[in-house]
């Protein structure tokens, strides 16, 4: 036979057996440790088969999925709308987690910041002076110029000078 007939037979034989089912034994032991196993179970565990079927790697003829348990939510119902990782803060968020890091970094006071952010770009004020439930914080800087900062009674930056 030619060496070509011979390679043809033998890949005809390999793909012949990757797109059948096989059987796998699931078993559980005495402190229900599973394992899986093709020659079957040892006396000592419980054994049950299990029929795999090889994925077909031919996307032409795509397999069908099981039918799902859960009923899908129709087109005209209403869901309720989860929105994950966004930071409330007692400020109304008006600003974005990054223009806030920018603003601390660059040592700017924008309006909607809290004071703890206050205090992580400028440190704690040199005085404090409450009137009306609004705080004024003022800064002294070295070279004789001031920076005041105005409060709210929430904690929150309303305006600066």
């Known amino acids: 036979m030619p060496r070509h ?13 990757s797109a059948h089912a096989t059987t796998v034994y ?20 419980i054994g049950k088969p299990q029929k795999i079927s090889n994925v077909s790697t031919d996307h032409s003829n795509p397999r069908r999925r099981a039918p799902s348990s859960k009923p899908r939510a ?28 920018r603003a601390i970094i660059e040592k700017r006071i924008v309006p ?14 040199d005085r404090v002076a409450t009137t009306n439930g609004r705080t004024q914080w003022r800064y002294e800087s070295e070279r004789g110029r001031s920076r005041t900062v105005t409060l709210d009674n929430e904690g929150c930056v309303t305006t600066k000078r």
Do not use: I, Y
């Not at 869901?79 to 803060?89: A, K, M, P, S």
């Open 74 to 101: 129709s087109q005209g119902e209403a869901r309720e709308l989860v929105v994950v990782g966004t930071h409330h803060d007692k400020c109304g968020s008006q600003l974005t987690s990054r223009d806030r890091r």
């Open 26 to 45: 699931r078993c559980v032991d005495s402190a229900n440790h599973v394992s899986f196993r093709q020659q079957g179970c040892p006396e000592e565990m």
């Open 5 to 17: 007939t011979v390679l043809a037979w033998c890949l005809l034989a390999c793909a012949g057996t």
């Open 112 to 125: 909607g910041m809290t004071q703890e952010d206050v205090q992580s770009a400028l440190g704690t004020p």
